[in-house]
């Protein structure tokens, strides 16, 4: 089976700009997580989706949205961009949604100028 | 409250002999699960090793195994005949299975590996 794709890898975007990301799960995964990782706050959870559901969600502000396509694509929206948001957006896949053990994809690169 | 704590920033190993990378819990709910990931310069965070809170027998996968003590609340992954490919950051991280957690890792802050020739 193929991995966990997303696009794109790297971003570049200037303050105040809305940026979107994609992910195409594991074929069969319909769970699909979202991190953000920075070398201050580390691996921090953005929101989790299930059959089209938002099922969790981290503790980021309203800026940071997602949403899951019927075919369990991921997309995840960061509005009015701050420098701050200069980060690595991981996504991960899991066959159900507690507890499963999720693979993740590549990352996609995002610098805030 | 949940948390992970690994607590070696960095470590070094000679290729070829074991290393093991220390990581400990921390949780109140009776139902969890352990993992370790492999994430490599480019970024791709790689599922190594998985333990269940309920599991009697230490998980192992090739040449990773985890220590798991739990009344230590500890998950250790020991990593056998290092190889260069093994250089790396390595996170611990945590699934819990109480209600508002589902589809949620937590991590620890990683230790980078760096194997010797």
């Known amino acids: 089976k193929a991995g966990v794709t997303q696009t794109p890898r790297y971003l570049i975007k200037t303050r105040g700009q809305q940026v979107t990301l994609s992910c195409s799960p594991i074929s069969g995964h319909r769970s699909v997580s979202w991190y953000q990782q920075t070398p201050g706050q580390g691996l921090q959870f953005l929101f989790e989706?299930?059959?089209?559901?938002?099922?969790n969600k981290g503790n980021f502000p309203g800026r940071f949205s997602g949403r899951q396509f019927s075919n369990s694509r991921s997309e995840m929206n960061v509005s009015t961009l701050e420098l701050g948001d200069s980060a690595l957006y991981l996504c991960a896949s899991s066959e159900r949604t507690s507890g499963e053990t999720q693979y993740f994809g590549p990352g996609t690169r995002l610098l805030v100028l | 409250a949940q948390k992970i704590t690994q607590t070696q920033p960095g470590m070094f190993v000679q290729e070829k002999e074991a290393v093991t990378l220390d990581c400990t819990y921390d949780t109140s709910d009776p139902s969890y699960g352990l993992f370790w990931y492999k994430q490599p310069s480019s970024g791709e965070m790689i599922f190594l090793i998985y333990q269940g809170s309920y599991d009697q027998q230490n998980a192992t996968e090739g040449r990773y195994s985890l220590n798991f003590q739990k009344a230590r609340k500890s998950a250790n992954l020991v990593i056998s005949a290092s190889q260069l490919g093994d250089s790396a950051m390595y996170f611990c991280?945590?699934?819990?299975?109480?209600?508002?957690?589902?589809?949620?890792?937590?991590f620890g802050q990683g230790t980078t590996l760096q194997v010797k020739p």
């Open positions: 991280a945590m699934s819990t299975h109480g209600s508002g957690n589902t589809g949620k890792l937590i």
């Open positions: 989706y299930f059959s089209e559901t938002q099922r």
